[in-house]
T-cell receptor
Framework: KAGVTQTPRYLIKTRGQQVTLSCSPISGHRSVSWYQQTPGQGLQFLFEYFSETQRNKGNFPGRFSGRQFSNSRSEMNVSTLELGDSALYLC????????????FGPGTRLTVT | AQSVTQLDSHVSVSEGTPVLLRCNYSSSYSPSLFWYVQHPNKGLQLLLKYTSAATLVKGINGFEAEFKKSETSFHLTKPSAHMSDAAEYFCVVRVKAAGNKLTFGGGTRVLVKP
């Protein structure tokens, strides 16, 4: 079974632009969560989607948004990029809403210049 | 709210010697606890999980962890370090009331010397 895939793997954007990152969960998994990883703040929860509904949201500004499609694929969008948004964005999928195990993708490395 | 504290940001061991990574957690509810490993430029891989069954949990690659409720700890150990164990390790807590949200510790970077 294929793992979690994230595209693109690397991205360079300019301050003020917007960006969309994509995550394809493991086949059959219906829950997708997003995390931001930075050297200063570590790993922080962004949001979680289950069956196209956002179940949970972390403490990030409204510039960060996401959605989930009927095939469980998920996208996250960051508008009006700031230098501090440079990070590794990780996506994790799990079987259901309260599944114990989450499987992580390789991440998208976003650099904002 | 829940939180996780990894007591060492860096640990250096010699190959073949034991590894101990320390983790303390705080949670208002009965937590599920996990250890994940991240190799350079890779995603996170689940090493092991505690979900209120046996307090001594065995994971992959010879790692194990013991849940101690009285000490609110979940330390990770391995009897004999291998060069391939060099990576960053994260202790993670999840409470059912928060859905699938994971709360991560700050990470412990492990260096293995030959």
């Amino acid at each position: 079974k294929a793992g979690v895939t994230q595209t693109p793997r690397y991205l360079i954007k300019t301050r003020g632009q917007q960006v969309t990152l994509s995550c394809s969960p493991i086949s059959g998994h219906r829950s997708v969560s997003w995390y931001q990883q930075t050297p200063g703040q570590g790993l922080q929860f962004l949001f979680e989607y289950f069956s196209e509904t956002q179940r949970n949201k972390g403490n990030f500004p409204g510039r960060f948004s996401g959605r989930q499609f009927s095939n469980s694929r998920s996208e996250m969008n960051v508008s009006t990029l700031e230098l501090g948004d440079s990070a590794l964005y990780l996506c994790a999928s799990s079987l259901g809403a309260d599944a114990y195990e989450q499987y992580f993708g390789p991440g998208t490395r976003l650099t904002v210049t | 709210a829940q939180s996780v504290t990894q007591l060492d940001s860096h640990v250096s061991v010699s190959e073949g010697t034991p590894v101990l990574l320390r983790c303390n957690y705080s949670s208002s509810y009965s937590p599920s606890l996990f250890w994940y490993v991240q190799h350079p430029n890779k995603g996170l891989q689940l090493l092991l999980k505690y979900t209120s069954a046996a307090t001594l949990v065995k994971g992959i690659n010879g790692f194990e962890a013991e849940f101690k409720k009285s000490e609110t700890s979940f330390h990770l150990t391995k009897p004999s370090a291998h060069m391939s164990d060099a990576a960053e390790y994260f202790c993670v807590v999840r409470v059912k009331a928060a859905g699938n949200k994971l709360t991560f510790g700050g990470g412990t970077r492990v260096l293995v010397k030959p």
